[in-house]
Each structure stands twice: as C-alpha cells, then as structure tokens.
Nanobody
Framework: QLEDSGGGLVQAGASLRLSCAAS????????IVWFRQAPGKEREFVAY????????NFADSVKDRFTISRDNDKNTAYLQMNRLKPEITAIYSC????????????????WGQGTHVTVSS
C-alpha cells in the first residue's frame, strides 16, 4: 500500500528526494513517517509529517538538512535530503498511520518496502 522510491548512490554534499506513494484514497488522513536503518544498527526515526501537514518533526541529526512535505492530490509524501553525509547511509522506509504522527515505529500500520540511500565520501 506504500511504495518507497528515490534512493540511490550519491556523493557527499549531494541531495536526494525520497517519495512515499500510497494507493489509498484515504492518504489525506495518514500521517507519514520515515525511519532508517543502517547496517548493524537499530531502526531510527528520521522525520514525520502529520495528516494535516502542519505538524512536522525531525531527528536532531537531520533537522537542518532535511525537509518533509506531502501532496495529497498525488497521494505522495516527500523527504528532501540535502547536503548528504556518508553517515546517513541506510535503508529508508516510510510508514503511515491514521491521524496523529508519532516517533514510535510500533504504532504504524502500513510500511513501504524501503529504499537504499548510500552516500560516498
């Protein structure tokens, strides 16, 4: 029900935009979150955008370089990642839940398949 895309291999300092597309007409009621998991590490919160798009939240490590947005007409959310650093290399996965966004991955009902982001130095 969610499709992650936009990952790739880039050099440090480059930008990427991840997309999270939903097939549901109820997308406008979803809060969307991105988590990431690097090799050998636990999954961690990256950012979320609430269902009304006025509520956004970022991990401290990315808040100065990442932005998040959504286009409900396209049933798609976006994570714009700028000035990328090698340490952000991970699999990025979006997830969705109805209404209120949270940082806890356990409350999300729908998940994308993940997209690889690799930043070379």
């Amino acid at each position: 029900q969610l499709e992650d895309s936009g990952g790739g291999l880039v050099q440090a300092g480059a930008s990427l935009r991840l997309s999270c597309a939903a097939s549901e007409r109820t997308f406008s009621s979803y809060s969307i979150v991105w988590f990431r998991q690097a090799p050998g590490k636990e999954r961690e919160f990256v950012a979320y955008i609430g269902w009304r798009a006025i509520n956004t939240n970022f991990a401290d490590s990315v808040k100065d370089r990442f932005t998040i947005s959504r286009d409900n007409d396209k049933n798609t959310a976006y994570l714009q990642m700028n000035r990328l650093k090698p340490e952000i290399t991970a699999i990025y996965s979006c997830a969705a839940k109805y209404f209120r966004p949270l940082r806890d991955p356990g409350v999300y009902d729908f998940w994308g398949q993940g997209t690889h982001v690799t930043v070379s130095s």
